[in-house]
């Protein structure tokens, strides 16, 4: 596929992130990626990517745990039954 030195446009990022251009070029303005440019065009190491994707992520793991610790404290979750399967 691609070598963490990889040069991705903000269309190629998208796609790899699996979200649309216009939240690239989002993420980019908010600095959340790093870029540079090449003439007039965006472009993003593959390894920044790689790395957001993983903080992302790892966030998106936390926020569904602690979502759940705090409804089975509720006790609005008691797990998952499966005999409706």
Do not use: C
């Not at 190491?45 to 994707?53: A, F, G, S, T, W």
């Amino acid at each position: 596929m691609f070598q963490e030195d990889s040069q991705l446009s903000t269309i190629e990022s998208s796609r790899f992130l699996g979200v649309s251009r216009a939240h690239v070029i989002s993420l980019l303005d908010r600095r959340e990626i790093p870029y540079f440019m090449v003439g007039s065009h965006r472009r993003m190491y593959l390894r920044d990517l790689l790395q957001y994707k993983a903080r992302r992520d790892a966030n998106r793991r936390k926020v569904i745990s602690d979502l759940a610790v705090a409804e089975e404290t509720e006790g609005l979750y008691t797990g998952v039954d499966a005999s409706w399967f």
